[in-house]
């Protein structure tokens, strides 16, 4: 078997390494009268799939490298890299697992620049990375800072939803051995919403459920009804809590010289907070009124004598 080729012009020899100083075009024509018999243009495949090598690996069908980038010293300065490969079609490139069977149906259905198969237990796209995949919607500008901010896994895009999931056991999930599971951060909207037609529009599951921190002034917890109550607290079923019997519950004295705990003078009407003396006893206090032509008003709320717990 003779050298491959050297020249451009020179005949491809396989089995050898063929070079040459200008492109290498391969176009497929129609002009059988019985009309192109395959589906396909070049093929690259493997007798029996299989290749037996003194090393534990396998032989992968095409490899292509594009240029990396190269300092001219000149006016072009650094010439960019070059692509490993470009395809152009229904969708760009179609990629399968050996055990995913191939669905031409799927590929005339979806029109991707990049489809991958999987299976069960095989990704149909695996991205490595910091971040591992990038993706934007067409209206928004590529943002290399915000891209390389922290090495995420996923990173999306957009000027309307930048990741949006969609499944029967749940839209998106989140996990986390030692920190969020789910994180949402805004400016000048809530960091997190949730919403749902017949059931809670945030459910929260540990311990405890729900956690809300108001940094500053801010509330804890801000919660709105409609027509209905703005709280509610479902009520544990227990057997009979016994007797009642009047009492006169004991106050914090307010007064002209006693002005009470220092509370928010720019609170809201029906805030509700709560107070630790150094004696470690709690106290419930309530806003009345929100501030007007004075600051904010705050009244004690009275309770029963205190018991000891047993449950």
């Given at each position: ?25 391969l ?6 009268e ?12 493997i ?11 396998g ?6 490298s594009?240029?990396?980038?190269l ?5 072009l ?26 669905d031409?149906?799927?590929?005339q ?24 995949v ?77 956690m ?28 009979p ?31 509700f907070?709560?107070?630790?003396d150094?004696?470690g ?19 004690q ?11």
């Open positions: 078997m003779g050298a491959g080729a050297d020249n451009a012009g020179d005949k491809m020899v396989v089995g050898r390494t063929n070079e040459s100083e200008e492109r290498t075009v176009v497929a024509k129609g002009g059988d019985d009309g192109y018999g395959e589906d396909y243009v070049l093929r690259v495949a007798e029996n799939d299989r290749v037996l090598r003194d090393v534990p690996e032989v992968d069908a095409v490899h292509a594009g240029t990396v980038p300092p001219t010293g000149g006016a300065g650094t010439l960019p890299p070059g692509n490993g490969l470009v395809a152009v079609g229904a969708n760009g490139v179609v990629g399968y697992v050996h055990d995913a069977p191939r031409k149906l799927q590929e259905q979806v029109h991707a620049g990049v489809l991958g198969a999987g299976t069960t237990a095989l990704p149909g796209v695996f991205g490595r990375g910091a971040p591992g990038v993706g934007y919607s067409q209206d928004a500008a590529r943002d290399v800072a915000w891209e390389t901010a922290d090495p995420s896994a996923v990173c999306g895009r957009a000027t309307g939803i930048g990741v949006r999931g969609k499944g029967d056991d749940g839209g998106v999930r989140g996990e986390s051995e030692n920190n969020f599971g789910v994180e949402g951060k805004s400016t000048l909207a809530s960091g997190v919403r949730g919403a749902s037609e017949r059931a809670a529009g945030v459910f929260g599951e540990g311990s405890p459920g729900v809300g921190n108001g940094p500053g002034n801010g509330n804890g917890g801000v919660f709105e009804s409609e027509k209905g109550a703005q709280l509610r607290l479902t009520p544990r079923r227990m057997g809590l016994g007797p009642t019997v009047p009492t006169t519950p004991e106050a914090v004295l307010v007064n002209e010289r006693q002005h009470g705990p220092r509370l928010p003078k720019n609170g809201q009407a029906g805030e907070t709560t107070l630790d150094p004696a006893t709690c106290t419930l206090w309530f806003c009345v009124s929100g501030p007007g032509p004075g600051p904010a008003r705050w009244a709320v009275l309770l029963g004598p205190a018991f000891d717990g047993r449950a």
